[in-house]
């Protein structure tokens, strides 16, 4: 069996993770999915024990670790939980790095040291109701009003848009004459004209609160521009190979425990006098299933390693956010068929699994989306033969 490449000291982080999400995570889960949000509490006794945000440095209240393996530790650990709704991934891998690597000294000394703590949750709206894999079309617009910036405009389907306190927002910046043209503000909670509309009703996912957001004359102060005006769309697109690889881990986890979940059923349930893993039918499609998510495995273990050596570009994180994503349904696809009418039943694990998987192909770039960023590279004049090419 190929071995994965975890330290020592991950692994143990590995262990108290999961020892953390059993005793503080594990027993509310229910309780927030019929709440359709998880208690802010649960940032906070994360922050304690240090398990939300790893990697900021020292100074802001992180072990100061940038490698992603940590984090990858934490997102197989929650859908190994079946906790992947309480998505603190997003508040501290997906948001968090805008501010160390947009932002400005004072932003990162403001902001980063109570995201850490988990005192502050952050969120990011970039989805509009006319605008989601195509950015180009967002509607939100802000003008310079000298001393601040005056934003206005809606966002939907944001996750954690209840409970966040700090939210990175995108808008428009000279929209007649740009539509790339983007800055990202940082919204806080409590500013005149920032609104939450309603926490979204969704057909999985159910404790992760994804709300509406709207911004009616909002003054954000100049100190609250994230990086440089007109940049924003730039800053985006650098930030989403780690936000598809981020998904890519997600994913490839969550179809792991499908097969296990299934792997197990039938090998205890029984049809026409031996159990359903003696037939053939049975063996075939969770042997081609195993294989299928080996081999994802590895790629998604290799895009770890790139990103950690500053080499993971966003055509591969496009590649590893396609298979995987297309393979979460897969594998939970079939479990619900190999359990039969039990599949179909919520007191079933492989249910959940199920209805939670549909979101993986459409959020952080839709299949179509990756497909077609994938086939500009391999189409292009400068791309090179197999046997020319490293990977």
Known sequence: MLQRDFTDEQQMFRDAYRKFLSAEIVPHMESWRDAGIVDRAAFAKAGEKGFLMVWPEEKYGGMGDPDFRFEQIIIEEAAYAR????????????VGPYFTRFGNEEQCQRFMPACVRGDSILAIAMTEPDAGSDLAGMRSTAVD???HWVL?????????????DVVIV?????????PHHMTLFIVERGMEGFERGRNLKKMGLKAQDTAELFFNDVKIPKANVLGEPGKGFIYLMEGLAEERLIGAAGYLSAAQLSWDLTAEFVRERKAFGKPLAAFQNTQFKLAEMRTQLDIAQIYVDQCVQ??????L??????????VTSELQIAAADLGVQLHGGAGYMDEYPISRQ?????????YAGSSEVMKIIVSRDCLSDNYKPFNTRNF
């Not at 790139?306 to 080499?311: K, S, T």
């Open 83 to 94: 906790v992947g709704d309480w998505y603190s991934t997003l508040h501290s891998r997906l």
């Open 145 to 147: 009003a000298g001393d």
């Open 152 to 164: 206005n405009g809606s966002k939907t389907y944001i996750s954690n848009g209840i409970n966040a």
């Open 170 to 178: 995108a808008a428009k910046t000279d929209p007649e004459n740009n």
């Open 306 to 311: 790139a990103f950690n050596n500053g080499a």
């Open 313 to 322: 570009t966003a055509i591969d994180a496009a590649k590893a956010k396609l």
């Open 354 to 362: 199920c209805t939670d998987a549909k979101i993986a192909t459409i």
